[in-house]
């Protein structure tokens, strides 16, 4: 990871700098820096809010943590060193090892706040190789297996400052209650883009308005979907409460609530409901569905997987979140890509009261990102057997094929290695379209010996059963993946090509190598009108008779010639 490298040489070059510098002058800049530091964050939202959303609304979380971190900083040390000309002696050994630890400490906490004011702009959730969060098959944001930094500089520093925001830096309005987890909050506001480009990763002060806050403790839920109301109160367990926030977003006149291209896509991560007990500081609670509007009536979505958000196309849309919250919490406020909307005060509701805001399961199977359209087909069979159990995509054709879906201009495609017209080995973006015999990639590289198999997968469609959310909450994250033969041999594919709907398509060719997870194939960027091609090499005169997603299996027959 590159991030790990730059972190350690900065850290390093700290320690040595003020080793030679001494342990005084060292400690007076360590003191500095968390002087800085809570400074930096005290000014971070009015800087935001009252600054920079003005005319950077995207980067405003951003530049005002980093810039407003560095120039208070700066100030500091021009004071520092203009009033305080001398220096301290003390034991040589002393100097150089405690100004060294002293230099590595204000080099962490200066690395933590710097990598946490970059992660609160738009930026892609994997910085220089660090991803420390991840949206789950089942929709649930957890760590990345491995993907810490092996120096946890954001996280000392988010737990440093809000620490001190609750004590020596203590306001009326403390951090570390306003933003329970700095270093999981810092990745939220970017891994909404893993769902759609498009998608904006703020909220202009305004465009999100909270009505209502309900709570319901009870045992019974009359008027909806049994189904539902069981899964709803299950979820509860005796111990929480539901709370429902119905909120209503309007598009402005830039791109801030909605996004780029007009729309508004919500997913859960976007969403967070503080809660606080009495004495304690704030905690984060996931929303566990939504309810919007329908034709016919309100209608729920449960957030059971990481292919489902809210969306919308109309400038005023009321959106209802339903949390589950210990009873011995209180909400707070609500979270909507970091902007902090106000709460009404709570009042209970009644059963059936409660019941209206959830609504009935929406019939059409929710407000996932839509599978891709049936194409025509010829030479291959369909698979119309659904998963057997858990799983976050299926296969819907099979046929023995070494085409890409659409040929490529070698001169738009440099990142692949070829041979002829045959890709063998790459990764990248490329745009469709051929540029003449001799420059056009058209199927993929495969061993005379064998024979091609071409799959075409669709993520598995949303499902607004509340049992189906608990089940799949329980389910692993990395699912491995391969065909079987009758024989009981297993195949795991060498690649894949996802083709976009504007025409580009994502190659990932491996020469040699093997997917073997659900985790490397593109699931999160697949939208509506996309199509995903996944490719393997199979022995002739093989009958293959299913494929598999971890424990899920999908069976049929298909004999390759």
């Known amino acids: 990871m590159i991030l790990n490298i730059v972190l350690i040489v900065f850290v390093l070059g700290m320690a040595m700098m003020w080793s030679t510098y001494g342990l005084f002058s060292a400690l007076i800049h360590l003191g500095l820096v968390i002087v800085a530091g809570s400074l930096a964050f005290a000014l971070w939202e009015p800087l935001a809010y009252g600054v920079f959303f003005n005319f950077l609304p995207t980067g405003a979380w951003g530049v005002s943590l980093l810039g407003g971190f560095v120039v208070i900083l700066l100030l500091l040390r021009v004071v520092t060193d203009k009033f305080i000309r001398g220096t301290l002696k003390v034991h040589r050994l002393a100097d150089q090892v405690g100004g060294g630890a002293a230099g590595a400490a204000s080099g962490v906490l200066t690395a933590g706040v710097t990598l946490l004011g970059l992660s609160f702009l738009p930026l892609p959730p994997d910085i220089g190789g660090y991803q420390p969060y991840e949206v789950k098959s089942n929709g649930l944001v957890g760590p990345v297996e491995g993907g810490g930094l092996w120096i946890p500089a954001d996280t000392m520093a988010a737990n440093l400052f809000t620490r001190l925001s609750g004590g ?28 759609d480009e498009n998608l904006s990763v703020v909220s202009a002060p305004g465009g999100v308005t909270a009505n209502a806050t309900a709570l319901f403790v009870g045992d019974q839920l009359p008027g909806i979907d049994p189904g539902l109301a069981k899964g709803l109160l299950a979820a509860m367990g005796g111990g929480s409460r539901l709370v429902t926030v119905v909120t209503n977003f309007t598009k402005g006149e830039n791109a801030t609530t909605y996004d780029t291209d007009g729309i508004l896509r919500l997913p859960a991560t976007n969403i967070r409901l503080a809660t606080r007990r009495r004495g304690e500081h704030g905690q984060w609670v996931a929303p566990v569905g939504f309810s919007k509007p329908g034709d016919s009536g309100q209608r729920f979505y449960a957030l059971a997987n990481n292919q489902m958000m809210a969306s919308s196309r109309v400038p005023n849309q009321e959106i209802a979140w339903h949390f589950v919250v210990p009873s011995d919490r209180e909400p707070d406020f609500l979270l909507v890509r970091n902007t902090r909307v106000l709460l ?58 070494d085409k890409l879906p659409a040929n490529v201009s070698k001169n738009n495609a440099q990142f692949l290695t070829y041979n002829d017209t045959a890709v063998i080995e790459g990764e990248g973006l490329a745009q469709s379209g051929s540029a003449g015999r001799n420059t056009t990639l058209s199927t993929m590289d495969v061993s005379p010996a064998l024979r091609a198999i071409r799959v075409e997968m669709e993520p598995v469609r949303a499902t607004n059963s509340f049992t189906t959310l608990a089940r799949g909450a329980g389910a692993a994250n990395i699912q491995e993946i391969w065909l079987s033969d009758i024989q009981g041999q297993t195949y795991r594919p060498f690649g894949y090509v996802l083709r976009k709907q504007d025409g580009r398509q994502r190659f990932k060719v491996l020469s040699g190598g093997e997917l073997r997870n659900n985790v490397d194939l593109p699931l999160n960027e697949f939208v509506n009108g996309d199509r995903l091609y996944v490719y393997w090499q199979v022995p002739p005169a093989t009958t293959l008779n299913g494929y598999h997603v971890g424990g899920a299996e999908q069976g049929f027959n298909f004999a390759v010639n």
């Open 168 to 195: 020596a830096f203590s306001t009326g309005t403390p951090l570390v209650s306003y933003v329970p987890d700095l270093a999981e909050a810092a990745t939220l506001f970017r891994l909404g883009r893993t769902y």
């Open 344 to 401: 009404p005060a709570a009042t209970e509701a009644e059963p059936a009261d409660y019941a209206a805001l959830i609504g009935n399961p929406d019939a059409s199977g929710g407000e996932a990102q839509d599978a891709s359209p049936k194409h025509a087909r010829s030479g291959g069979l369909a698979i119309d057997a659904e998963p057997s159990g858990f799983s976050t995509h299926k296969a819907v054709y099979i046929e023995q094929n």
